[in-house]
């Protein structure tokens, strides 16, 4: 250049085709690696929020019909014209955002469940009226059983099924199926110590006993037992 410029060098490379290839592929090399871990993360922390989200929603509605019609052992447990299902599934429904209401189980995907370890186990759809079914305004699908008496002794009430997901994949428990105990003071999550499907025997990927997957609830859920501590990392898919 004139003016006592320095002349840019005409020798200064790019990087060539074969280069940006390689570099393109080691880049997608990382991604197929680390991808299915970013999902799964993903995956666990939806799940964990939205059964909180679900317990949470569960709870407030038990609350307000204990204060409303006093504890479960003193609702109506021997109807004429309902089974008993339905009419435990009616208490806590007047207090939650329900679009449909099924007196079996037909709210219920037409599929079948399986257990954690994989295992076919129930198709819910097809159950009669041993079970009331509805559907939330977000999806959310539950489904009620009753033990048919209630009290301080008998403390299971009945169980409650929740798929978090509604009709979507995988339809599996410990997954996206869990469940809840109807007690006369209150509902908790399956997985509780002294309860039936206790967290040591239903979160066993190594198992096929009836109910695999359901005592994965508490590990889910936060709860004030120190005998059983709730892992927010999601961990409960993997740890057993």
């Not at 995956?43 to 204990?66: C, D, R």
């Not at 994949?169 to 002294?194: A, C, H, K, S, Y």
């Not at 859920?221 to 999601?234: C, D, K, N, Q």
């Amino acid at each position: 250049m004139r003016g006592g410029g320095r002349l840019l060098s005409s020798n200064l490379k790019g990087f060539t085709l074969a280069e940006v290839l390689v570099t393109l592929g080691i880049i997608g090399v990382v991604a197929a690696l680390t991808m299915p871990s970013v999902i799964s993360n993903y995956k666990e922390k939806e799940t964990i929020a939205k059964l909180k989200k679900t317990y949470s929603v569960l709870s407030q509605a038990y609350i307000t019909a204990f204060n409303k019609y006093g504890s479960p052992d003193e609702w109506t447990w021997g109807p004429l014209v309902y089974p008993v299902p339905q009419t435990l599934a009616g208490y806590l429904r007047e207090n939650l955002k329900v679009i449909k209401v099924c007196d079996n189980g037909s709210c219920f995907p037409d599929v079948m469940y399986t257990r954690l370890n994989g295992t076919k186990h129930v198709n819910y759809s097809k159950e009669g009226s041993n079970f009331a079914s509805f559907v939330l305004q977000d999806g959310t699908l539950f489904l009620f059983w009753s033990s048919g008496s209630c009290s301080a002794s008998h403390k299971t009430c009945g169980f409650i099924y929740t798929d978090i997901n509604g009709k979507y994949p995988p339809n599996q428990w410990g997954r996206d199926m869990f469940g809840f105990v109807l007690t006369p003071t209150n509902i908790i999550p399956f997985g509780i110590e002294g309860y039936e499907y206790p967290f040591s025997t239903s979160c066993n990927k190594n198992r096929d006993s009836y109910l695999n997957g359901i005592g994965c609830t508490a590990w889910v859920i936060p709860v004030s037992y120190t005998h059983l501590r709730a892992h927010e990392t999601g961990a409960y898919l993997v740890c057993r």
